[in-house]
């Protein structure tokens, strides 16, 4: 899918009360945003989940653009430790143009502006990597990155909306990602209201997202959206 660009690689772009955060800027980042008006300056961080490149392809060039080039230095970049590993993948120039970079740990939180995000667990992956769950006003939301399935996923992501990354249609058991079942197994459990589906495999496409999204929630009773480029999604929706 990312090689194809059949679904665009960007990453999510929150608006939370005015202050803008980018998370998992894949490839083609950059372009996405500037072709959405959306304006990598006003963003205050960027968060990435893990290293992989199909989340962190365009941390570099999205840094570079919070910053303008390093002549508005602000702006933080989270990320596991392992990405700063031996093989960073945030140039260390950058470091001179943004207020800083913050680790992300297991059980950890931490503030941006008025909003608090933890990263409650960490995943089954091949490289260190977390979900979020943000809390912002009264609202909730998680979103549950790339992983293999594990109960505790339930326990650590209640809220009332939760994005979940899902690349196959069947359990793929020597790959770390979610299928459409583990899916079903988080959406009963933890019940939010709204759940959206995003991070397509090819296997899935070819299924159809948005036909997945409706026979899940048929089975679940909960309201189960699939993400499409540009797509927008308002938190006062969930009433
Ligand atoms: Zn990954």
């Given at each position: 899918m990312v090689a194809n660009q059949?679904?665009?690689?960007?990453g999510m772009w929150l608006n939370l009360n005015g202050t803008e955060i980018l998370i998992d800027?894949?490839?083609?980042s950059i372009v996405q945003s500037t072709k959405r008006n959306?304006?990598?300056?006003?963003?205050?961080a960027i968060i990435l989940s893990h290293r992989h490149l199909d989340h962190s392809g365009d941390v570099n060039i999205m840094a570079e653009a919070m910053t303008q080039g390093g002549f508005k230095p602000h702006g933080r970049i989270f990320l596991p430790a392992d990405a700063l590993?031996?093989?960073?993948?945030?140039?260390?120039?950058l470091k001179e143009y943004i207020d800083g970079i913050e680790v992300l740990q297991e059980g950890k939180s931490y503030q941006i502006n008025h909003i608090s995000f933890t990263t409650p667990v960490r995943h089954v992956h091949t490289v260190e990597t977390y979900g979020l769950k943000f809390r912002v006003g009264s609202y909730e939301f998680s979103y549950i990155a790339d992983t293999r399935y594990f109960d505790k996923l339930i326990e650590n992501y209640r809220s009332e909306l939760i994005i979940i990354n899902v690349v196959f249609?069947?359990?793929?058991?020597?790959?770390d990602h979610l299928a459409v079942g583990d899916v079903e197994k988080i959406i009963s459990g933890i019940k939010p209201k709204v759940a959206i589906l995003t991070h397509y495999g090819m296997q899935l496409w070819k299924a159809h997202p948005w036909e997945v999204a409706e026979q899940l929630t048929q089975k679940t009773g909960i309201q189960v959206v699939a993400a499409r480029d540009g797509m927008q999604y308002d938190l006062g929706d969930l009433g």
């Open positions: 059949i679904q665009a690689s960007g800027p894949g490839p083609g959306l304006q990598a300056d006003k963003l205050t590993g031996p093989e960073p993948v945030v140039f260390s120039y249609v069947e359990n793929h058991f020597k790959v």
